[in-house]
């Protein structure tokens, strides 16, 4: 059973959804030259091919698209603030009205229907000035930046926002130093020393963010972000098994400290082992002790390893084996709900603290058709999805886990992050805009949309029917 104060609701990012790139002084964040997402190199400028300057014009349409989510019943709505809109070049001195005013609607409007916003401050959206100027968070400067940031918005939504994520998928700076942490330098230049001093960075920022929101309105609460995938052993041999061990503890490491305030053990094997000396001063240590409230994370997949090289394959997730039990998406993503019920107890054991899960979803390809006078997709793959996952949810749940809400990923369909393609679509509600740019922008409801309004209505009953 769901308990009553369920968070059911979506999620997005700013710059997947709101376009208006350079609207009302907004400067360039990372995503406005990544064309191609991570599937390509950055861009010197905004180039007209990348999707994510218009994106599906959230900045204009916000209003009829909350109203929608509304109509689904959502109790929350997770959104990212656009960094950029808020500090254009990023260190400047004082935040820029016009950023902070759209905001203010989007949360107002959000509260007039008894939404809870969820709100992420970084989500892949880094200022461009900051990347190209400081190289992003290799730079100390970055965590002065950031909080100034965090303070500006903590204080003009105080009230407003209750909820904040510090960084979104924080480990994933560790694949590609660019989203996750604004880093212009190529990723075949940096060391893992590099990568690391990053993560620090990030990490210190992240805890000393938590602080603030907690000075700035004792009822803030706070959570990480991660992307959660558990890594499954190819055999039992005990070598395959302590290979997924190791790979998970690429993830762990980042909500071991923002969740425990301290790094953990095997971090100091990895920089032994690979020679690196942190730069890390005096006051670090604790900066760190500040912890989150609770953790949130994004569930889409698990994956694979084998410690024999001949049964892995270098892909767009690194090397992995296959998983024969498990099918996967059109863009070759691993379909596995009970991961997600792994995922989610796994986590509650070795922290016991709430979990949200901030982002789950198919991406897929919909075919728009006319019905009864109007237009809707029947997404039944999207619907057996989402079933999937929210029983393994469920099941989480009796097994003693404190689960606070579930956002699925793109509830609207938006612009995808890895490939910067529209047609890689999640959403409930369907928006008119394909691969070339073309299109109405029209909203449509896809079967989905009454699917997930009456999970909502039911509070998870009719997920049983
Ligand atoms: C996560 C990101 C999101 C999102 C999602 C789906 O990693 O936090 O921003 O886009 O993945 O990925 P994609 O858009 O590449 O399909």
Redesign the pocket.
Known sequence: MFPKSFLWGGAV?AN?CEGAYAEDGKGLSIADVMPR?VMGSPTEEPVRENLKLMGIDFYHRYQEDIKLLAEMGFKTFRTSIAWSRIFPKGDEEAPNEAGLAFYDKVFDTCRSYGIEPVVTLS??ETPLHLARTYDGFRDRRMIDFYLRYCAAVFQRYRGKVRYWLTF??IN?VLNHPLLGGGIWTPKEGLTLGDKLQAVHHELVASAAATKLAHEIDPENKVGCMV?SVPYYPATPDPEDMLKGMLKEQSGYLFTDVQVRGYYPGYMNRWLRENKIVLNREYGDDEILKNTVDFISF?Y?MSLCVSSDASKESANFFGETAENPYLQKTR?GWPIDPKGLRLTLNRLYDRYQKPLFIA?N?M?AVDELIEKDGSYTVEDDYRIDYLKQHLLQVEKALEDGVEVMGYAA??CID??????SQMS?R?GMIYVDRSDDGTGTLNRYKKKSFYWYRKVIETNGESLRE
Not at 414 to 419: D, F, M
């Open positions: 990012a997947q997402g989500h892949y979104n998928e994933s992307a994004s889409y863009w982002e979803g991406g990923w793109g938006l612009v995808s992050a890895s490939t890689k999640y």
